[in-house]
């Protein structure tokens, strides 16, 4: 069976539980300003300077009995690594990230209970609908972050906390260029985030957010942060 369809089925048994709090645990470490190269603020740096502390956080999770675990690659897109000046570093820290969740998983698997690695692909910092980057922009900066996640073993790809559906749309289309090119079965799920006046921040209720969600083909849509 392969990763996409064990994922899968396991989903359809039990809750996943996965480190979305990665940035949290990582403020637990003495992170130096050398360990992330003077970018301060920027984690996925650490998944080629310390690999020791972010493999560090994966076991705390797999320790305490969760299915599987997110990659230190939230912030591993155009939008946030641009304001680093660091853009082309996106499939590199993409790949090392989830290297690095697969050989934890890897370690804590056994044949009665496999692990898995959920790729994080985060909202970043602009907004299409605004204008804050080009539409095309988004989505190809995306395949690269999502070709990365599944060369460097992924089971599945999530795209959190969205705050635009035209985001959402660029991260979905753009994941989906990645796995066809892989040639690999790789569950998507997308989750937007609901203000307090029960919206997405551009104004999206729910309901909009599901019809629009959808037809893109995705395997779960889901909510997280905000309320």
Known sequence: MNSGASFRQTLSQRVLVADGAMG????A??????????HEGCPEVLNVTRPDIVQAVHDAYFEVGVDCVETNTFGANFAALGEY????????FSEAGARLARERADHWSTGERPRFVLGSMG?????PTLGHLPYATLRDAYRDNAAGLIAGGADA?????????????????GAKHAIEAAGR?????????IETNGAMLLGSEIGAALTAI???GVDVIGLNCAT
């Open 29 to 38: 470490y003495d992170i130096t300003l050398d360990d992330v190269l003077g």
């Open 157 to 173: 790809l999530i795209i959190e906390t969205c705050q635009d559906l035209l985001q959402v749309k660029a991260a979905v289309i």
């Open 85 to 92: 000046g660091i853009p082309e570093k996106i499939y590199e």
């Open 185 to 193: 079965d790789v569950p998507i799920i997308a989750q937007v985030t």
């Open 123 to 127: 909202p970043g910092t602009k907004l």
């Open 214 to 216: 959808e037809p893109l």
């Open 24 to 27: 949290t645990m990582l403020q």
